[in-house]
């Protein structure tokens, strides 16, 4: 009967669950240059997507299971906002899809001019970029002053920018008025004045979304607002904007929270003026749904694609049947177990090296889909990022603690018994506290992880809760001296190793009344002089090179269990060509992506 | 029966008071997010914490935060600010209300109609084949969890996924008021399984009161006075087998305006029970809040309409 043939296997499909976890199966038929990379034949990349020659014209619809964070320039930092916010807004300057390491003059109209002692950054903007409606004016350096000092006003709360902008004068003290190190000598130019030969790194980070200019005189009263409701009347600079009306409200026209939103050409937008070809002439996102029926109506529909992380059965699903349509990104971040430096019996060094001994990274990776979207995690900078290669590599630094990704307990034991433990299990009274994510695959990850502690002898007291509440309750936090934490990763905010290894490695920035980022607590003076030094060279490969150096030394130093580098997957239907962002997870691209 | 209404009103508040204390404390004394660390974002600035937890007002003491929230809500109907959304809660539940609304209403028509016709005709064919194949079927789609049914209809019958492409999929909501024809069908779907488990539980209701009903020595009187047996059924055993219906009716229909989350979720139904989720999985406590003050007053406001309605259907009640 032909109708048995149709619907019992998608009856049993849903039998056999979603969490189909045998995406490590799959294997490998690479012909990728990066034979770490492992990239299986017919699967683009961001790296071999061809960013030109698209079609203009149509509508993409976006089909995305979450809902932005942040649609605010000043504020948004998640890799969803970032495709809304780098197709809206243009900051100084911006990657092209395929770069993670060089960005590109974007408002800036040449690379940042830097002094010799690094204390200043002059920078020359573009004539003739124009805001979108209702402000309509020309972009001066007046804009992106304003956007500056306001990621310092409480109200906008930008999340990095005392890390990245400190060094310039007045900022550590700002809270959204004028900033002393921070001028504007005539319309066309912005000048970062420094305490410190820090100009490098502040260069670097004006890819950020906050250096996207800001109108000051409009932007001024929504931004008096607690919070700041400037992001529900954002103007736009870029080729698109948050569909608004004519006083410039987005919310509930163009954003509707955990609903949709629709970005529409800017009319004021100069293709002469940009580097990016725009090709859609809208894009409306539909947020929420099942993921695995947008999986489905993606793959299987018309001028789709999904812009956040499909379901592990789709990915499945696109790699047996529509392998053209899915994209495999690297550079997507990383995960790895945060063991407490600072408490606890990982304050012996012999013991955490125990324990990356003893813990069987292969299993994690594979209960997160395998090969196909994991890579073996040997050190703490990432494929693509400068510095990779001089910190060793996909192979990684030669210990023998890292040389075995199923576990090796010999290896595991040997350390155990040099932390003063001759049986070589650990014999200390103490229980250490594990807190995980719920959910899959960082369920059964924490449970692998705490397999591991339990094989070294300790005796663990795991429980899992909701990410936001692990994040924000219980690891980084130090009154709760949590010792493990398997299921942390960091994404770097942009193409240098300080931004990888900076924030959750620097025991100078670990607060102690608030959770920090430094999920392990990590804080070894030699480690965080080396980071202070290294914040301050100045040109590309000496920063790679200096960064590379701290990361063998995080390695040297076992200061957490690393086992994932993480390779985003994202899905598009047939009639789209799609552009991935190789500097944001291998999101799609809607400035570069274009229909068929 | 004035006093009797006003007297439920009025500890209808009580009760919405009672709920609004207990879900406040809740979210205080469980393991949850911190709003304020939640509002600072990634890099957790001690002085930007300090400000922001100062604006929330997290600084004064539970009771006044409490006092402040319940004058906020009962004097101008303000349930807070979400932000996660950067967007008043109140706006953000009326703007989903209509969506839900649709969905359950729609639904309980659906389950009402169905549920009962099938309940008549099993009560009035006590284990005949019909009634077995009936009450069968009912108990499979009682045992259907909703979010497994809702995918296997959409795999097998929505227009763009479907083996049988016949109805609008996910995603394809419209509202009523920009185009009636496509709200009218991409509703079908999510109707049906709201429905389908709903119904069943109905028509297993419906059959045992009525087949108690029609036991009832004034339906042997209604008999021997002639009366057509379609009359007897309908206006003399309906009628008095339906008050248990009526009774979970009304908080069924309640609680499905505050948390149809697994129909609206698998459908992608920007409904007050989605919101609900996606705020709880935020750590969004004011929309959570907010949604569950909501789906209250809508449980205690059918739970009074039920009781003024069992007046009018059945007159051997009355309030004194």
């Known amino acids: 009967m032909r109708w048995i043939r149709t619907i019992v296997p998608a009856l049993l499909a849903l039998a056999a669950g979603a969490a189909a976890l045998v995406l490590g199966a799959c294997g490998s038929s690479s012909t990728s240059a990066d034979a770490g990379l492992n990239t299986p034949q017919g699967v683009l990349t961001p790296a071999n997507e061809p960013q030109g020659g698209g079609h203009k014209g149509g509508t993409l619809t976006v089909l995305n299971h979450?809902?932005?964070?942040?649609?605010?320039?000043?504020?948004?930092?998640?890799?969803?906002d970032y495709e809304a916010m780098y197709a809206t807004q243009r900051p100084l300057y911006s990657y092209t899809p395929n770069d993670v390491s060089t960005p590109s003059p974007d408002i800036a109209e040449s690379s940042p001019q830097i002094s010799s002692d690094g204390k200043n950054v002059t920078i020359h903007i573009r004539h003739g970029v124009h805001f979108s409606p209702p402000v309509n004016r020309e972009v001066t350096s007046a804009d992106v002053a304003y956007a500056l000092e306001r990621a310092a006003n409480p109200n906008v709360a930008n999340p990095y920018y005392l890390g990245y902008l400190s060094a310039v004068e007045g900022i550590p003290t700002a809270s959204g008025g004028p900033v002393a190190g921070i001028k504007t000598p005539n319309k066309y130019t912005i000048e970062l004045h420094l305490t410190e030969p820090k100009a490098q790194l502040v260069a670097a980070s004006l890819v950020l979304p906050y250096s996207a200019p800001v109108p000051v005189e409009y932007a001024k009263r929504f931004d008096a607002s607690k919070p700041s409701e400037y992001g529900n009347y954002q103007v736009a600079t870029g080729p698109y904007m948050f569909k608004n009306n004519s006083e410039g409200k987005v919310l509930g026209i163009g954003y509707q929270p955990g609903k949709s939103a629709v970005l529409v050409r800017n009319p004021n937008w100069k293709a002469s003026t940009d580097f990016r070809p725009a090709y859609l002439d809208q894009i409306n996102i539909q947020i929420g749904g099942d993921t695995n029926v947008i999986g489905r109506q993606v793959l299987e529909g018309s001028h789709m694609v999904q812009n956040d992380p499909p379901a592990q059965s789709i990915v499945k699903l696109a790699y047996e049947k529509y392998r053209s349509q899915l994209e495999i990104s690297p550079n997507a971040g990383d995960h790895y177990v945060a063991i407490n430096n600072s408490k606890g019996p990982f304050t012996n060094v012999n013991l955490r090296k125990a324990y990356w001994a003893a813990l069987d990274r292969e299993a994690m990776n594979k209960a997160r889909g395998g090969s196909l979207v994991t890579v073996p995690m040997t050190h703490f900078i990432w494929p693509e990022i400068p510095g990779f290669q001089a910190a060793g590599g996909y192979a990684g630094p030669k210990y023998d603690y890292n040389e075995h990704p199923q576990g090796n307990m010999a290896v595991a034991e040997k350390y155990v018994k040099l932390a003063g433990y001759p049986s070589g299990k650990y014999t200390g009274g103490k229980t250490l506290t594990v807190v995980g994510a719920t959910g899959n695959p960082e369920a059964e990850d924490a449970?692998?992880?705490?397999?591991?502690?339990?094989?070294?002898?300790?005796?663990?007291?795991?429980?899992?809760?909701?990410?936001?509440?692990?994040?924000?309750?219980?690891?980084?936090?130090?009154?709760?001296?949590?010792?493990?934490c398997p299921n942390v990763g960091w994404v770097a905010d942009f193409g240098d190793g300080q931004a990888v290894l900076n924030v959750p490695f620097n025991g100078k920035l670990i607060v102690t009344n608030g959770s920090n980022s430094n999920w392990g607590l990590v804080n070894h003076q030699k480690i965080n002089e080396a980071m202070t030094a290294a914040e301050k060279v100045q040109g590309k490969e000496a920063r790679a090179k200096a960064w590379a150096d701290i990361d063998r030394e995080l390695v040297a130093e076992a200061v957490a269990a690393p086992y994932d580098w993480d390779k985003q997957p994202q899905i598009r239907s047939q009639d789209v060509a799609g552009v991935g962002d190789l500097w944001n997870v291998g999101s799609w691209d809607y400035n570069y992506t274009s229909l068929k | 029966m004035i006093r009797y209404i006003i007297r439920r009103l009025l500890w209808g508040v009580v009760l919405l008071i009672a709920v609004t204390a207990i879900v406040f404390l809740l979210f205080r004394v469980l393991p949850t997010a911190d709003p304020a660390k939640l509002r600072a974002?990634?890099?957790?600035?001690?002085?930007?914490?300090?400000?922001?937890?100062?604006?929330?007002?997290?600084?004064?003491?539970?009771?006044?935060?409490?006092?402040?929230?319940?004058?906020?809500?009962?004097?101008?109907?303000?349930?807070?600010?979400?932000?996660?959304?950067?967007a008043s809660v109140r706006g953000l539940i009326f703007e989903r209300l209509p969506a839900t609304v649709s969905l359950v209403l729609g639904g309980a028509v659906l389950w009402i109609t169905g549920g009962m016709a099938v309940g008549i005709l099993s009560a009035l064919r006590p284990r005949s084949r019909g009634d077995r194949a009936s009450m069968g079927g009912a108990l499979l789609l009682v045992s259907a969890p909703e979010y497994w049914l809702g995918l296997i209809v959409l795999y097998l019958f929505a227009s763009d996924i479907g083996q049988v492409r016949i109805f609008p999929g996910a995603g394809s909501y419209t509202p009523l008021t920009s185009d009636p024809v496509k709200w009218f069908t991409s509703l079908l779907l999510p109707w049906f399984v709201v429905a389908?488990?709903?119904?069943?539980?109905?028509?297993?209701?419906?059959?045992?009161?009525?087949?108690?009903t029609m036991g009832q020595d004034y339906i042997r009187t209604a008999r021997a006075k002639g009366l057509p047996e379609r009359q007897v059924v309908l206006r003399h055993g309906v009628r008095a087998a339906i008050n248990p219906i009526m009774t979970i009716l009304a908080l069924d229909i309640g609680v499905l305006l505050g948390s149809a989350v697994l129909v609206e979720t698998v459908f992608n139904i920007p409904g007050i029970g989605r919101l609900n989720y996606d705020a709880i999985t935020h750590s969004d406590f004011p929309i959570v809040q907010g949604t569950v003050l909501v789906a209250a007053l809508f449980i205690i406001v059918a739970n009074i309409l039920v009781d003024i309605a069992y007046a009018y259907l059945d007159p051997r009640v009355r309030y004194s």
């Open chain 2, 196 to 212: 389908a488990a709903n119904a069943a539980i109905y028509a297993r209701l419906m059959r045992s009161s009525l087949i108690e």
């Open chain 1, 66 to 80: 979450q809902d932005f964070e942040h649609i605010d320039p000043g504020t948004s930092y998640f890799s969803n």
């Open chain 2, 41 to 86: 974002g990634r890099l957790q600035n001690p002085k930007i914490i300090a400000e922001i937890r100062a604006d929330l007002g997290l600084n004064k003491s539970l009771l006044s935060q409490f006092w402040i929230y319940l004058k906020g809500v009962f004097f101008h109907f303000n349930l807070g600010y979400s932000y996660y959304s950067s």
């Open chain 1, 447 to 484: 449970q692998i992880a705490n397999q591991a502690l339990n094989k070294l002898g300790f005796k663990t007291k795991l429980t899992l809760v909701d990410k936001s509440v692990m994040y924000s309750k219980y690891c980084g936090v130090v009154s709760e001296a949590i010792d493990v």
